[in-house]
């Protein structure tokens, strides 16, 4: 008997100590009875993946090469005995506009300008730039091609620069780099109520310039964008560019 509750107390005390053990891996716990242990506790936070922006743009263009005729003088017939009406009068090819095709997969809404930079020699001549959506906002010294962001309407969004040469050549050019076109890609600032005025400022002066145009399209525009302002930048944006695009229309149809 007493041997049965020998074993039966040492094994209670062994797994009372064990219970105690188990309590703290780092401390060691001497005797039976002890106190409460405190366990401190770690933790740590991995971020998700950010959405963010993801800009992935295509950028294609036509040959930027031009031909310049020079004038040609009326030549004699000398069966007739006059001058043919054959003169030529001097200027660019007949085909001369050259296009730049951007096309926007990104989730970001673009605002696009180009530059023409004239080579040493080639002072005379000139590019012209003009596109289907112009803005004329406060800060802008030329004018900017926008184009929507992917998102609007889960698309590739493209638009076109048509490239226009101006001025003449120097007799002699034979195939030389005349100049140099840069185009510049940047994303499209977040709209403030400048912009919806700015709008408005210019809604009501082509008005005045052109009172038979409907200009339901624009005042449209203007609405969409004072009511997404605060709310959504992309509904905003894209009224934006809606309003500019019926502008710019309305422009080059007057």
């Not at 800009?55 to 310049?68: A, G, K, Q």
């Not at 200027?91 to 050259?98: A, K, L, P, T």
């Not at 951007?102 to 000139?126: K, P």
């Amino acid at each position: 008997m007493k041997k049965t509750l020998a074993l039966v107390l040492a094994l209670a005390m062994t797994l009372g100590l064990s219970c105690v053990a188990f309590a703290s891996e780092n401390e060691q716990l001497n005797g039976v009875g002890v106190g409460p242990q405190n366990i401190t506790v770690k933790g740590r936070y991995v971020a998700g993946a950010q959405g963010g922006t993801v800009f992935s743009i295509d950028l294609t263009w036509e040959d930027m090469s031009f031909t310049y005729q020079g004038a040609s003088e009326k030549t004699w017939d000398p069966i007739a005995h006059e001058y043919n009406d054959d003169a030529v009068e001097a200027g660019w090819e007949e085909d001369h506009e050259r296009e730049i095709t951007i096309t926007n997969h990104s989730n970001a809404f673009l605002a696009v300008s180009a530059a023409f930079r004239q080579a040493d020699g080639f002072e005379a001549v000139d590019m012209e730039f003009s596109h289907p959506t112009q803005s004329y906002r406060p800060d802008d010294t030329t004018p900017t091609l926008l184009i929507n962001s992917a998102e609007v309407n889960h698309t590739a969004e493209s638009a076109t620069i048509t490239v226009t040469p101006t001025g003449f050549l120097p007799e002699g050019t034979e195939e030389d780099t005349i100049g140099t076109i840069t185009v510049t890609i940047g994303e499209l600032d977040d709209l403030t109520d400048d912009d919806v005025k700015e709008a408005e400022d210019y809604n009501s002066s082509q008005i005045s310039w052109y009172p038979g145009v409907s200009h339901s399209a624009k005042i449209n525009a203007i609405t969409d964008m004072e009511d997404a302002i605060n709310d959504s930048q992309v509904d905003a944006k894209a009224a934006f560019i809606a309003f500019w695009t019926a502008a710019t229309e309305i422009d080059l149809q007057s």
